[in-house]
């Protein structure tokens, strides 16, 4: 209780960076977007009809908790198809989101004064997620000449008596980066050697540009990870609310307990609208449209970028964003995103939202339509001229 209290009090919470910026835009006219975090398409129509279809079949009442047997048992046959990876269905529970996943993940696996590894720029979540179950925080610097990858000698050098978990998130958000295999790998030993905890945090998995490939976490350390994923941005589903994570068996039964007094269980009709999601032919098609155009988005920004002064880009491989060096202009990343509202009126996100680190940079959404993106790098091609 005391606990709640001081989270009221002395903002334990912190608000968000990405928010204040959003509420400023909010009250300026005609303002494009780069700051958003979402896939900017509409669900695919197999997913939307499979949720009207079972509401009028009646799926309007509780499911277990863990979620329906046969979505879990479709989460399992995606792993196999996908990764040659097999997933029991008891490995599995099916939660509000990533989100959701994320947090009952930490509550469960973490006791005050753990300490868990977050890399710094990371999404702005695990922070929070450390602080409500009470861990300390140990941030691990990405840094741009690495591919914002983690170097595990560094990593190595972080754990001590007292890390109980590391978190991973690729294809990343903020940064695009998408993890080697060795990297993986050399983190997977680090965590099997040390009996560390991953929580892979793997919702971009399927926007991958360029030939880049994805390694889920399970395949190297299965019974160090937790594998966190979300139908979110895959299928442009984020107002759906349907995510899971897999993980050992006790770990999953543990996450259960939180989960059951908590949200009870996902939205029954939603859970049958996933089960078709992962098992039907079209939405998959879909998927591959939409990994086109953001292909295609990405591509037409980063050309735009690279034209533009005082503006560096390394490439990102996956997920929808940029993360574009702005040091050269002489401005910090949140003097820079305020002055880019004020002069081109377009909403970019300064990486220190995201740590210490991203100092110097300014995260770019491509998950907006090419007019809007053409329109953007215009007035902010022009600003930068202006300098
Ligand atoms: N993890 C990452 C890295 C994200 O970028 C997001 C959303 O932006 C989430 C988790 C939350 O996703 P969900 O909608 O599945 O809760």
Do not use: C
């Amino acid at each position: 209780r005391k606990k709640y209290f001081i989270a009221g009090r002395m903002g334990l919470i912190q608000r968000s960076k990405i928010r204040e910026l959003f509420e400023k835009a909010a009250k300026i006219e005609n303002v494009i977007s780069l700051g958003i975090g979402e896939p900017d398409f509409d669900t695919p129509k197999n997913i939307k009809e499979a949720a009207k279809k079972a509401l009028d079949e009646g799926w309007t009442h509780y499911t277990p908790n863990a979620g329906i047997p046969e979505l879990r048992e479709a989460i399992g046959e995606y792993y196999k198809k996908f990764y040659d990876i097999e997933v029991p269905p008891e490995n599995v529970i099916v939660t509000a989101g990533a989100y959701e996943a994320t947090y009952i993940a930490f509550e469960t696996l973490l006791e005050q004064g753990d300490e868990v590894i977050i890399p710094d720029p990371a999404f702005v979540s695990y922070i929070e997620d450390a602080k409500l179950a009470e861990a300390k925080p140990v941030r691990l610097p990405l840094r741009e000449e690495n591919g914002f990858q983690p170097d595990p000698d560094e990593l190595l050098e972080l754990v001590t008596k007292r890390t109980r978990m590391i978190v991973l998130n690729y294809p990343n958000n903020p940064t695009g980066a998408v993890l080697d295999k060795e990297v993986a790998k050399a983190i997977a030993d680090i965590a099997v050697d040390y009996n560390l905890y991953i929580l892979s945090d793997e919702p971009y998995e399927h926007f991958l540009y360029d030939g880049a490939k994805h390694h889920p976490m399970l395949k190297f350390a299965p019974e160090n990870t937790i594998l966190v994923n979300s139908f979110s941005k895959t299928f442009a589903m984020t107002g759906w609310r349907l995510g899971f994570a897999i993980a050992p068996e006790q770990i999953i039964r543990d996450m259960i307990k939180l989960h059951a007094y908590v949200i009870g269980n996902v939205a029954s009709f939603v859970q049958v609208a996933g089960i078709a999601a992962l098992r039907e032919e079209e939405s998959w098609k879909a998927v591959e449209v939409m990994r086109n155009e953001y292909n295609e988005r990405r591509k037409l920004v980063l050309k735009r970028l690279k034209e533009m002064p005082h503006i560096e880009v390394p490439e990102p491989k996956g997920a929808f964003y940029i993360f574009a060096n702005i040091s050269k202009t002489g401005m910090g990343s949140e003097e820079f995103s305020e002055w880019l509202l004020e002069k081109a009126r377009v909403v970019v996100i300064p990486g220190t939202a995201f740590g210490k680190q991203g100092e110097g940079y300014v995260r770019i959404s491509y998950a907006t339509s090419r007019e809007k993106l053409i329109e953007a790098m215009d007035r902010m091609e022009k600003a930068l001229e202006e300098l």
